[in-house]
């Protein structure tokens, strides 16, 4: 059965929507671990991870992520004489990017968590580590759900950058599939309606995560 247009550019645009999709599944697993590393190390006593974490957040945030990934991908071989993959390029440095903003909201999170439940917690004989593993971090998760999900979103609007270092996303090759037949109209509109699609698939996940993780919870008594 023929699809009316212009889905029938659904076809052309899937191979660049799969790239889309592993760049933002994989930059969501290295966000991930660089916010909780970098937001633990934002709070840490000792003053040199304190320092690679805040010169690593301060960096990322205060730079292009465009610029990042061409200094990645184009810079990095020349200084070192390390060639990544550009695939791989991509999903390190936006998953870099995102983090650094990522760290920010576990520390604050963190710091939001009742004085009191570090007192109880020390009062039970708990160890640091204990009482951040066991009392902190389950609480302090719930509250970055909401910022991370605007995170995510603004992840996967980001590997658009991706098409600039030669990755075929969904973005590049809905521009060739433009060039190539002229429609710029039609294959503009597609593309927007398929981000559109996966940011609410994205954030009803989201929501519906966060509707799981607060369910039977009590904030009351906490101060």
């Known amino acids: 059965m023929e699809l ?17 999709l592993l760049i933002t599944a994989g930059g969501c697993v290295v966000a991930l671990v660089a916010a909780l590393a970098a937001g633990l190390g934002r709070r840490s006593q000792d003053v ?4 690679v974490a805040t010169i690593y957040i301060e960096t990322f945030r205060g730079t292009s992520a465009l610029v990042q990934l061409y ?9 070192l004489g390390i060639r990544l993959d550009a695939v791989l390029v991509g999903i390190l440095v936006l998953g870099l990017n995102i983090g650094a903003y990522g760290a920010e909201v576990v520390r604050a999170a963190i710091n939001a968590v009742s004085p009191g439940q570090r007192a109880a917690a ?6 640091p580590w204990q009482t951040m593993r066991h009392v902190v971090l389950p609480q302090a998760v719930v509250m970055m759900l909401p910022p991370f999900g605007n995170l995510l979103i603004e992840l996967l609007k ?11 996303d969904l973005t590049r090759v809905g521009i060739v599939i433009r060039d190539d037949t002229h429609r710029t109209v039609a294959v503009l509109s597609m593309l927007l309606v398929i981000y559109f699609l996966i940011a609410s698939v994205l ?12 369910r039977g919870l009590d904030y009351g008594g906490s101060a």
Request: glycine residues 4%.
């Open 4 to 20: 009316p247009p212009p889905l029938d550019l659904l076809p052309l645009l899937l191979p660049g929507l799969w790239m889309t």
């Open 48 to 51: 040199i991870i304190r320092s």
């Open 158 to 168: 980001s590997t658009a950058l991706v098409s600039m270092i030669t990755v075929s």
């Open 203 to 214: 954030s009803a996940g989201m929501r519906a995560l966060e509707k799981r993780m607060t």
């Open 71 to 79: 200094w990645f991908y184009f810079a990095l071989p020349l200084l």
């Open 122 to 127: 020390k009062a039970l004989n708990l160890s």
